[in-house]
């Protein structure tokens, strides 16, 4: 299928899909691209400044939830991608509510848009959290959904949503569904650029339990290539894991982080474990590999460059260390940290 040229990309502004704007419009010279983005929190225009003066690139701020907004820029686009989501499951678990309102509604009101205009293309871009913990072995895009947070749950809700709409009214939905991200331009609550940042100004490094959970780390730009991938050669319906098969530990994460930085484990801070928290998720990507699609990042060389990043762009991630930021890292660290065991103590 060629690929649309005008694209309407939900949540454009935030970590993963201002790393797809950014990579589509230098990738793609006829691409046009309208951001709709509400700026919460996670969501940063600076994210988005390499673009901000592309003539094929527009930013409309705005909810995914508002209707008549959502249908207006509808109206203008070939396919919608949608990033739009509140991601981080330690927040699912303060406050359920907006994760349901934006995840659940949100698509909804963008499916509604996207058939009604016609669009060639709806991209839902999801997480493996859906599937639920995975003891032993990956499982493919056909296993069940067993989401264990609020956060996968309403994740898991807005894939059945898309799914049914293309079963129903055949609207050409893909979904996607990447494991653990990272890189420049995440928003530092997250476990890396957080452990990052607080490891240059030598502040505790709060893990969770024994630091023994696993995940599979998939670098932004490799994930945001997966997704334009899919947009393009996808089958409508069909469902593509996007993963890089670079398993590890959380504490020997945090280690490599504090190895890069000349840090010493003395940093971190075995903290209570949040509840539900999954052991493992661990997912095949051999849809996506069979488009042509490969990671190109290892993850020594990822974190290595992502530590790089943070270390020479405090102006873009200190700003955010306040504030609002500030209130949450106390609501979910204060307590933990103040009973916490040092590193040279677990």
């Known amino acids: 299928m060629t690929l649309p040229r005008r694209l309407l990309v939900a949540g454009g502004a935030g970590f993963i899909g201002s790393a797809f704007v950014r990579q589509m419009l230098s990738r793609h010279t006829e691409l046009e691209i309208v951001v709709l983005d509400k700026l919460t929190y996670a969501g940063n225009l600076a994210n988005l400044d390499e673009v901000a003066d592309d003539p094929r690139f527009r930013f409309v701020r705005g ?23 509140e991601s981080h499951v330690d927040r699912s678990i303060l406050g359920p ?11 909804q009101v963008l499916l509604d848009a996207s058939r009604r205009h016609g669009c060639s293309r709806f991209v839902q871009v999801s997480t493996d959290e859906v599937y639920g913990e995975i003891a032993e072995g990956s499982v493919n895009e056909d296993a069940p959904l067993k989401p264990r947070s609020p956060y996968a749950a309403s994740k898991a809700a807005a894939d059945l949503i898309a799914l049914s709409y293309h ?41 969770y339990g024994d630091g023994l959970q696993v995940r599979d780390w998939l670098h932004v730009d490799d994930h945001a290539a997966g997704i334009a991938l899919v947009l393009e050669q996808g089958i409508p319906g069909g469902i593509y894991n ?14 490599s982080v504090l190895e890069l930085l000349d840090r010493s484990d003395n940093l971190i801070r075995h903290v209570t474990d949040r509840p539900g ?6 997912i095949e990507a051999l849809r996506v590999r069979d488009l042509g ?7 020594d060389d990822g974190l290595a460059q992502t530590v790089r990043w943070y270390q020479d762009h405090p102006e873009w991630w200190r700003p955010l260390k306040s504030g609002e930021y500030l209130d949450y890292y106390q609501r979910q660290y204060g307590e933990r940290l103040a009973s916490s065991l040092g590193g040279a103590e677990r």
Do not use: C, M
């Open 293 to 299: 699609w490969q990671p190109r990042w290892k993850l």
């Open 167 to 207: 079963t129903t009214y055949d609207t050409p939905v893909l979904v996607t569904r990447g494991s653990n991200t990272y890189g420049p331009h995440q928003y530092p609550e997250k476990l890396i650029p957080l452990f990052v940042t607080n490891a240059i100004d030598e502040e505790p490094l709060p893990l």
């Open 63 to 85: 909810d995914i939830n508002d209707g008549p907004l959502v249908d207006e820029l509808a109206a203008e686009v070939e396919a919608i991608v949608n990033f739009a989501a």
């Open 97 to 107: 509510q907006t994760f349901i309102a934006t995840q659940v509604n949100g698509t």
């Open 242 to 255: 996007v993963a890089a098969s670079e398993e590890r530990t959380n504490l020997d994460l945090t280690r």
């Open 277 to 282: 928290h999954d052991r493992r998720y661990s």
